[in-house]
């Protein structure tokens, strides 16, 4: 298993360190466009949801990300360092009362794009899962 990791202080200004850290991923394991697209995404989302919610901005905490290759998978862990949430009542964003509202898609998109996702550390964790054979 190849791992590669960064940690970045909680600034929306530092998603372009992630951004260039998923195109070293995609050199590094040599990612398909299409999954390297959902990737982007997704991972992208993650982030900014551990930026904004879980460190509530805070730029004196950090987010760490993490790239493991396995053998027919790629598995991205994003861990912030706030209190956690309730991943297991999120409303859904597609129910009518949900549709107008800014907020709420994050992890939706997070659940279509990637082939696996997992919550640990009640919330803080996020480790998502992409097919790559």
Same mark, same amino acid.
Not at 44 to 71: F, P, R, T, Y
Not at 73 to 92: A, H, R
């Given at each position: 298993?190849?791992?590669?990791?960064?940690?970045?202080?909680?600034? *929306?200004?530092? @998603?372009?360190?992630?951004?260039?850290? @998923?195109?070293?991923?995609?050199?590094?394991?040599?990612? *398909?466009?299409?999954?390297?697209?959902?990737?982007?995404?997704?991972?992208?989302?993650?982030?900014?949801?551990?930026?904004?919610?879980?460190?509530?901005?805070?730029?004196?905490?950090?987010?760490?990300?993490?790239?493991?290759?396995?053998?027919?998978?790629?598995?991205?862990?994003? *861990?912030?360092?706030?209190?956690?949430?309730?991943?297991?009542?999120?409303?859904?964003?597609?129910?009518?009362?949900?549709?107008?509202?800014?907020?709420?898609?994050?992890?939706?998109?997070?659940?279509?794009?990637?082939?696996? @996702?997992?919550?640990?550390?009640?919330?803080?964790?996020?480790?998502? *899962?992409?097919?790559?054979?």
């Amino acid at each position: 298993m190849k791992n590669i990791s960064i940690e970045i202080p909680s600034l *929306t200004e530092n @998603i372009r360190i992630v951004e260039s850290f @998923i195109d070293n991923a995609k050199e590094k394991y040599e990612l *398909t466009d299409d999954v390297y697209g959902n990737i982007m995404i997704a991972v992208i989302e993650s982030v900014n949801n551990a930026i904004l919610h879980g460190n509530q901005a805070d730029k004196q905490k950090s987010v760490k990300l993490s790239a493991a290759l396995l053998e027919e998978e790629i598995v991205f862990s994003i *861990t912030d360092q706030g209190v956690g949430f309730d991943y297991k009542n999120l409303p859904d964003p597609t129910a009518p009362e949900n549709v107008q509202k800014i907020g709420g898609r994050g992890i939706f998109l997070m659940k279509n794009l990637a082939d696996e @996702i997992q919550f640990k550390d009640e919330g803080r964790t996020v480790e998502l *899962t992409f097919y790559i054979d």
